[in-house]
């Protein structure tokens, strides 16, 4: 899916040498480069604090125990997510409840929070899917209304930008919190796992370094139950000089993403991504909607080309063996599960290039054909 060793090479001269300094600095844990890379993180994305952690599910978990969640608070998310967004709501005792999504973004559905919201509840996940913002405009006035936390999952929209009233935000920027991950195949993916909360608010962003830190406010002084989570210095190394390459790399999965739309656009048996115009798409995942029943066919006949493909996601949150639940069933979110029989994710990365695009779509019009 994603060609992460020609994305190396580019800057291999420059990543061998600073991993090499680390090493040499011995600096492992909690060195100078996390530090250089946090702030360089602030100033991108606009926001007053960067809090880097082990990986996104850390970044979603510690940010809903550094807003003093209790058990049986109720926390309303998408149903249509990497399961990560929901397991944190789930391990700190806190109630999910899974409401469907929109048609077109794939994104939460507005009314359906609306309609889920309960005197328990407590705060939104909206997540960021695929690369484009959820409908943050609208999320914010119904958590304003209802005096509720808005925690932006970004795992897969770091760079994408939300366009307001006010002016243009950084995806995870809006929200009382914003999470990411730099597992590999992310946007800005380092090499072994790592992720980030990020924040405006000063006494939350507080919390937050204490709770990744053993709960730790000086040393051996435990004031909160924190967890161990940090990125390490060899990640922070390689993400800093990553980072400057991130708008270039978005730009090159849009730009693969336009040549998709123009070999694919038109063909009856399949949707293209839809753009909202609110929102920059940074195309995490470039999705097909697959119809008339094609969708598994058409992924076997790939795979069986070498055409590396994936379906994200196969089966909606509210069907998953280990959160089933009474309150749903079957048939309660009919456009997640819609969507989930259908939905195709084709080879998306900063490195595919017009002549790989054509041999990809060649053999998607053949198979449909
Ligand atoms: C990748 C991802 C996460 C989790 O990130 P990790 O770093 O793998 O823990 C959370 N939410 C979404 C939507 C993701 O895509």
Redesign the pocket.
Known sequence: MVDLHGQYLRIKDEIDREVLNVIESTAFINGPAVKAFQEDLEAYLGVRHVIPCA???DA?QVSLMALGLKPGDEVITTTF??I??AEVIALLGLTPVLVDIDPRSFNIDLEAVRRSITPRTRAIIP?HLFGQCADMDGILRLAREHGLYVVE?A??AIGSTYYDAEGSHKAGTMGHVGCT?F?PS?NLGCYG?G?AVFTNDDALAATLRVIVNHGMTRRYYHDLVGVNSRLDSIQAAILRIKLPHLDGYNAARRDAADRYDALLGRHPKVSVPFRSPNTSHTFHQYTLLVHDGYRDGLLEHLQSKGIPCAIYYPVPLHLQKAYLDPRYGQGDFPVAEAVAAECLSLPMHTELDAEQQEYIAGEIKAFLA
């Open positions: 990986n996104g599910t979603l997510t990497f990560a967004t997540v999952d795992a897969q991950s597992f992310k796992d992720g």
